[in-house]
């Protein structure tokens, strides 16, 4: 099966990782140069991917400050291709208090949290390992919302709206583990040999007017620990039938299987 | 630990902040009236107050001992400003990257006769004279000081009173040495009370008296809803403390009741419907109680209480909407 890579992805990925070692004096001078900003400009920063935009919650209490607004942080490389939908996380006065949202930027609504599973921490703004991105259709009707923790993705969020409305939300994230761990059956008996580290480096949706399919590319090793003496390197690709709700096709390709590093 | 500040060396200054503070700050709220807006200027570490007719300064705190957070930081101080817009309470924070750096909670009062019209209540001893008010009247123990110690207070908003007589808060202590060692735990468990606005003082009705000798919860396990206020009575108006979870179960209860006949009643290609129905409105509640416990800015078992609260409200406007539908032939 072939998949489409998403170069778009695989940048994004490592420009999170620069973020994440790096994060808070640039992230600092984004908030800083956000600041120093009139408030109603629209955007924030020039037209970087990781440009900030404002975002204003659904009426609030007078007198009480809009947690929308002032603890969240909209990034314009998470809105739709019809710019109408957006996805929202805290900055550090939430953390850890706040979910991340999808939005509707149109109307100033929060259509909903995205739904993380219980072992992962919603993304927010400077948190160690974390990352968040998203791919949508392009039809705007439905998006891929990955949240990392360290090693992998912690969520694979597949969000499909209707009507303006969240219609349905799935989490990938266990069932891709579960199919791309055969490679720990396939050499030694050593917990390490499971697939432990993994990045999603390619992901594209194939719409027709009978189906709707989100294709996705991972990438992965067993010892990105260096404990084992064997490393174990491959590709997950598989295709996510919406409709359907289920992968309707997956394949597991080794790479590379090296002892000792070589 | 780090060194811990907690003395605030703010001062009510007139309408002399710099114009360059202006330049980095942002909005944080606007009054109920319309007339004036909070800010915070974080690069010059002022907390600003400004005619929103023509942006005429009306006070400025300038929170100089935040200049020594790490820089990177995000504090921000959070205004909740009275429903009459005379009043403006501060809670106290902890810096989110240097816990140790604290914010005292501040009390504002507009007197428009005064140049700048806000003054400090209390000066910078709010969050004390509220916790020796509840030490007093609760009879709460606590540990005398040693020679080196030094006690801090946290004070949390939970609610302004619809005539704006009463503030809620919720008010915890803690013992820290000067070296910064906490020798009595962390600042709980909390206690409710009201800061009368008319009498200037803080006060306890039966509600807040039931909530606060409710027996605290042992560290790790859940505080109990029955402990716990989110809505100030107005002077006058007092009632019962209700639990947000038996509102929330009873609601729950006749909705499940109401939506079992409806069902009852359709064909099986109407019940996959209103099945469908069921379960959108479900997100849609849990959303709407996500979204309130946000806009109001609540922590923990407020928080829970909160979101309970605004289920069984949703509840009840389900159960409505279900039942005309059950009426019709």
């Known amino acids: ?261 070589n | 630990m780090k060194t811990f500040i907690c003395v605030v060396t703010g001062v009510l200054v007139s309408a ?68 009459d817009s005379n009043w403006i309470f501060v809670p106290s924070r902890h810096a989110e990257v240097d816990p140790t750096l604290e914010l005292e909670a501040l009390l504002l009062h507009q007197v428009p006769s005064k140049k700048p019209p806000f003054e400090l209540v209390l000066a910078l001893e709010f969050g004390r004279h509220a916790w020796e008010f509840l030490v007093k009247e609760l009879k709460l123990k606590t540990s005398e000081l040693g020679a080196d110690a030094r006690r801090v207070f946290s004070v949390h908003f939970v609610d302004w009173s619809e005539d704006s007589g009463r503030l809620l808060i919720s008010v915890g202590s803690s013992v820290v040495s000067s070296k910064d060692t906490w020798l009595e735990g962390d600042p709980n468990p909390f206690y409710f009370c009201y800061f009368n606005t008319h009498s200037g003082g803080f006060e306890l009705t039966e509600r807040l008296r039931l909530a606060d000798q409710v027996p605290r919860a042992e560290p790790g396990e859940a505080v109990k809803l029955t402990a716990v206020v989110t809505s100030a009575e107005s002077i006058g108006k007092e009632g019962p403390l209700r639990s947000p979870e038996g509102a929330f179960k009873e609601a729950d209860a006749r909705l499940n009741g109401v939506y079992n006949q409806l069902i009852g009643k359709l064909g099986p290609a109407q019940q996959a419907m209103l099945r469908e129905e069921q379960r959108a409105w479900i997100r849609s509640r849990d959303n709407e109680a996500t979204i309130w416990v946000l806009q109001t800015w609540s922590s923990d078992s407020v928080a829970d209480a909160r979101s309970l609260e605004r289920k069984a409200a949703y509840t009840q406007a389900r159960i409505k909407d279900l039942e005309e539908r059950l009426e019709r032939p």
Not at chain 1, 128 to 143: H, Q, R
Not at chain 1, 237 to 258: C, G, H, M, P
Request: aromatic fraction near 10%; include cysteine; glycine fraction near 6%.
């Open chain 2, 16 to 83: 002399t902040a710099s114009v360059a503070a202006k330049d980095t700050s942002i909005k944080l709220t606007t009054a109920p009236s319309g007339e004036y807006a909070v800010g915070w200027a974080s690069s010059e570490h002022v907390l600003w107050i400004a005619s929103t007719k023509d942006g005429t300064d009306l006070g400025d705190i300038k929170l100089s001992h935040l200049a020594d957070m790490e820089e990177g930081s995000e504090f921000i101080p959070l205004p909740f400003i009275s429903p």
């Open chain 1, 1 to 261: 099966m072939a998949v489409t890579e998403n170069e778009g992805g695989k940048n994004r990925r490592k420009w999170r990782g620069m973020l994440t070692i790096y994060n808070k004096p640039m992230v600092y001078a984004c908030f800083l140069a956000a600041l120093s900003s009139p408030i109603n400009q629209a955007v924030y920063a020039d037209e970087d991917d990781d440009a900030t935009l404002e975002f204003h919650g659904p009426a609030q209490r007078p007198g009480y400050p809009d947690p929308f607004s002032i603890a969240y942080i909209l990034r314009k490389n998470t809105l739709s291709p019809d710019t109408r939908y957006g996805v929202i996380f805290p900055k550090l006065l939430l953390a850890g208090a706040g979910p991340d949202f999808v939005v509707d930027r149109q109307n100033s609504a929060v259509l909903g949290a995205v739904e993380v599973n219980e072992s992962t921490t919603p993304y927010y703004e400077h948190q160690n390992y974390g990352g968040l991105d998203v791919w949508w259709s392009a039809d705007s009707a439905a998006a891929l919302i990955e949240i990392d923790k360290k090693w992998m993705p912690g969520s694979l969020v597949v969000i499909e709206i209707k009507n303006g409305t969240i219609e349905r939300q799935t989490d990938l994230s266990d069932q891709v583990e579960k199919l791309f761990s055969p490679a720990k059956a396939k050499h030694t008996r050593s917990s390490e040999t499971e697939v432990s580290d993994y990045e999603v480096s390619g992901v594209k949706w194939k719409l027709t007017e009978k189906s709707k399919q989100l294709q996705i590319r991972c990438e992965g090793e067993t010892n990105s620990r260096g404990i084992s003496q064997y490393t174990w390197k491959g590709t997950f690709a598989a295709v996510w039938d919406l409709d359907k709700r289920r992968f309707i096709e997956t394949e597991v390709t080794q790479t590379s299987f090296t002892r000792d590093g």
